[in-house]
């Protein structure tokens, strides 16, 4: 577990590490880079690299935080990977089901096995469950998430590649858009921001602006046409020391 600088986020836990390109967005991957750094310091759990790995010990985790808290499940893997169990799966949403006080954001690429586990999994409402859009060619991926159970259900369009077009958003409760960052960092253009964030307003979904991006994210920021977008879903229950909308 970490405190984390993911804007949409409080902290990180991290049950699973590890995992493999799926789809164009996971080309200049921000885990794998970090995964290979945490293996040239010694981290236990990163001795196998980026390879698939599940641990154990780390299910506890949350169990032991008194304050309530936001927390991004697995920043460094994805829940419904192919090779994370079915049985371990269901632990971390054991886990997440006692830890009733926190507020657990899960977000995979593949949409296809969480809708056919989501009927295997308990649903607590602290369980919020979202998707990666990263071009209109895999908004399919938000159609699935629409049959899932959530309590909140959200989209990350990141890293916005291309323009996406008209959304049905309906079942959608948070949309949250941000460039592409790092080495190799590509475009993000304004307009497909903009699309987004009106369409969001239009069909009443809470819209988060999380950064530009590129080569250097901190200089570019996250203000779109002159204030921060941190919205959060009217459905969200708990207390969160999230950014506000200005």
Not at 191 to 209: H, L, N
């Amino acid at each position: 577990m970490s405190k984390s600088s993911i804007e949409w986020t409080e902290n990180t836990w991290n049950p699973v590490t590890g995992c493999t390109k799926l789809s164009t967005g996971c080309l200049h991957c921000y885990a794998e880079r970090m995964a290979k750094r945490l293996k040239a310091m010694g981290q236990p759990n990163y001795q196998d690299g980026f390879s698939v790995r599940c641990h154990e010990r780390m299910l506890s985790v949350p169990l032991k935080w008194k304050k309530p808290r936001t927390v991004f499940v697995n920043s460094m893997s994805d829940l419904f990977h192919a090779e994370v169990p079915e049985d371990f799966i269901g632990k971390v949403f054991s886990v997440m089901n006692q830890a009733t006080r926190h507020r657990f954001q899960v977000l995979t690429k593949r949409a296809e096995r969480l809708v056919d586990l989501a009927p295997t999994l308990n649903w607590t409402p602290n369980i919020w469950m979202g998707v990666t859009v990263e071009t209109a060619d895999y908004l399919d991926r938000m159609e699935l998430l629409k049959s899932v159970p959530a309590n909140v259900r959200f989209v990350s369009f990141e890293p916005l590649i291309g323009p996406l077009g008209n959304l049905d958003l309906s079942g959608i409760d948070w949309g949250i858009v941000g460039g592409e960052s790092g080495p190799g960092a590509r475009p993000m253009r304004p307009e497909w921001v903009r699309d987004i964030r009106d369409q969001c307003r239009s069909q009443g979904v809470a819209f988060f602006f999380k950064q530009w991006g590129g080569v250097n994210k901190k200089k570019a920021g996250r203000t779109l046409d002159g204030r921060i977008w941190g919205e959060l879903p009217e459905a969200s229950n708990l207390p969160v020391a999230l950014p506000k909308a200005s």
